[in-house]
Every structure is written in C-alpha cells, then in structure tokens.
C-alpha cells in the first residue's frame, strides 16, 4: 500500500480508538484518559515509519524509528482488537438489557470496560515482546517414513524459517540461534525462506554468523517470498559465498552410508537421501525463470534414492509435491499465526497452519518460524527451531 493511504488509515484507526474510549474515561480515569491520547497520537504518527524507508545520517537513530514504529504497530493491533471486543460486548449487554429489562449502571461499565481495554493492550504487547526477544526454544519432531532404509533411521533435520533479518533483528539475535543449533548436532541444518527483510548491503553484517552453522552435511536454503522484496539474485549470491547451499529448484543426494567392503553401488544408494529445494511459491512474479516446481528439483535424481525431502517455504506447494512423490516437506511462512488475530486468516491461504500434518502419502511440517515479521511480538505461537528425526513407520 502506498504510504499515504496507509497513513490516512491508520489515522482514522487511531481515532476510532479514541472516541470509542476516552469519552467513556474522561470522568473518573481524566490522568489516564491524558496518557491514552499521548499514546495514541505516538503510535498513529509512528506505526507508518517503518514502511516509509526513512533515513538519517545517523542510521541507528533510523533503526530506533523503525523500533519504535514496529512496537506501536504490535500496541495498537491489540487496541484495536480489544476496542471492537469492547464494543460487541457493550451491543450484546444493550440487546439482554432491552430483552430482559434488567438494569445496569452504564456509566460504571462504560467506565470501566474502557479502562480495561489499554490496560490489557498493553500487558499483551509486553507478553509478546518477551516471547518474540527470546532464543527460540528447540521443538522436536519424529516423522515416520514408510519404508524408511535402516542407515537413515535417526536421521536428523535441524530447521530454521522465516528469521526476518531486519530492523529489530540483528547479528546478535542470529548468533544465539546459531549456537543453539551447533548443540544439536544435526545432520543437515534447512533453511526455509524469509531469512532477511532487507538488501544485502544492509544486513551483510548481521547475517555473517550463519556462516558458522555446523551439520553433519551442511546447511541448505530456500528462497521465500521476502528475499524477493528485498532482492533474490543479491541474496543468492551472498548466502554461496556464506559457504551455504541454496536450492534453485534443485536437489543434492546425500549419502549417508560409506561405500566400503562389499556394499555395493545400490545398497549405498538405496541409503542416500535426495534433499531438494523449491524456489518460493510466488517466485515467478518477480522472475519467471524463478517459477517454483518440485519436479524439475528431482530431475536426474537417482531412481534407487527412494526417500526425498524436499525444501519449500510455503506449504501450499504440498500438493505438487506429493504429486511427485517426496515423503516429506517442510516450510513456514505462516508464522503459526504470530498472533491473534492473524491466525484466523492463515488457513484462507495455506492449507496448514504449523506441526506435522500428512497430505495423501507425504509429511508436511510446517514451521512457526524461528524470528519473526513486523511487531516484535508472538502470543500463542512461540518461535521454534525444530530438530526432526527421521523414523521407520510402525
């Protein structure tokens, strides 16, 4: 959206808030109802700023905008929730009352259920703040897989998606995650899309510790909807020279039995496992030699190699992934929601919302994400780095 709509929205937003609830405390909370006004006027001048690209010759005062802003973005999606709680609950008590004649002392619940609103707004915005900040915890998951060979029993998969390297997410906050990995003793570490929400230029430094990241058989990256926003090709080419593999629509096979004594070539094969990679489900928008497509990422993989993972941000390229036979997927993208009330609208676009779900004969995970995107703020959807583990079917 252009910036002068959504300053013009946002405006009317912030005064919908306002007289919905400060006539209500003008009475009884008038040192409150002084503090809500100055709140309200900090937030519907700033909530724009980190869309409108600002910059200052000082770039930490630029990021301390953008801070700001995003904070106010995160307090006032809760005001606003709560006001329109607020108001259908007030309908609700006005249509019992007409019905069943009952009296109620309206200016005390007026009062009352005003004051309550930023009060609550604020304590969640605090509560999601704290789990937003903190290292994401290590989820674990096993995923049976029919038919699984015994030298890839155990086999683990460290995940990390939807970082969103930006303005409130720098190197130090991607050093902790990295460390925590490294304590895993994974694998192969996959990363599945929106890692950054910038150029290169700009968040070269912050993105430098991924570099460390250690597997068994290194780490492999899939582009999500974000890299493009922020420049694909330049990220491609800095992620390589990170010493990370990118998967353009393509696979690797990776063996995970040496080829020793008298195994022979379709033993050692029939225990490898084809790991691919899919482009974002929206790449061709932005590059149509980009176009996702989890077939072309099996071409030439070996026939023998029958357990395929595959790497695509999005969950919606589950159905032609199942269609080409992989027995696993894993993506994010939907951040299990973030919080409310953007989980609700999730399931209108993605056909999960985040864990293990099966799609005909293929696993889905599906991330909530290991940052997170816009306020820095997750309420009932908490971060992950997910550890998976490879399992024969029962």
Do not use: C
């Amino acid at each position: 959206m252009p910036l002068r709509p959504l300053i013009a929205l946002t405006t009317l937003l912030h005064a919908y808030i306002g007289l919905r609830l400060l006539p209500a405390l003008a009475g009884s909370w008038a040192g409150w109802t002084v503090l809500l006004v100055i709140a309200l006027v900090i937030s519907a001048a700033t909530m724009p700023l980190p869309f409108a690209g600002r910059r200052t010759d000082a770039r930490r005062i630029g990021d301390g905008w953008k801070w700001i802003g995003l904070l106010s973005m995160g307090w006032f999606s809760s005001m606003f929730v709560l006001t329109l709680v607020r108001d259908a609950g007030l309908l609700i008590t006005w249509a019992v009352t007409l019905v069943s004649g009952w009296g109620i002392d309206w200016p005390r619940w007026l009062s009352k259920s005003a004051g309550a609103v930023p009060v609550l707004a604020t304590a969640i915005t605090t509560i999601g703040f704290l789990n937003a900040r903190r290292t994401a915890s290590v989820v674990h998951v096993d995923v049976p897989i029919r038919d699984l060979p015994a030298a890839l029993a155990g086999f683990t998969i460290a995940q990390l998606s939807d970082i969103h390297v930006g303005p409130t997410i720098r190197r130090g906050y991607i050093q902790r995650i990295v460390d925590a990995v490294n304590g895993l003793g994974a694998d192969m570490v996959a990363i599945t899309g929106d890692l950054v929400d910038g150029t290169v230029p700009e968040l070269r430094d912050h993105i430098a510790p991924l570099q460390g990241l250690r597997a068994k058989h290194g780490t492999f990256v899939v582009t999500g909807n974000h890299e493009y926003y922020a420049g694909a090709h330049a990220w491609i080419d800095e992620l390589r020279r990170l010493g990370l593999r990118v998967l353009l629509n393509e696979h690797v096979v990776l063996q995970t039995r040496s080829v020793k004594g008298a195994q022979t070539d379709e033993e050692v094969l029939e225990s490898a496992l084809v790991v691919a990679g899919v482009t974002d489900y929206t790449a061709a928008h932005f590059d149509a030699a980009h176009a996702s497509d989890p077939q072309q990422a099996l071409d030439g993989a070996p026939p023998m190699v029958h357990t395929r993972v595959l790497l695509a941000h999005q969950p919606r390229s589950a159905p032609a992934a199942a269609e080409a036979g992989y027995q696993l997927q894993l993506s994010g993208h939907t951040h299990g929601g973030q919080f409310f009330p953007w989980n609700l609208f999730v399931p209108l676009q993605q056909p999960f919302t985040a864990g293990l779900h099966k799609l005909k004969e293929m696993w889905v995970y599906t991330s909530r994400g290991t940052g997170y995107w816009g306020p820095p703020k997750r309420i009932g959807a908490p971060s992950e780095i997910t550890l998976l583990r490879l399992v024969q079917e029962s």
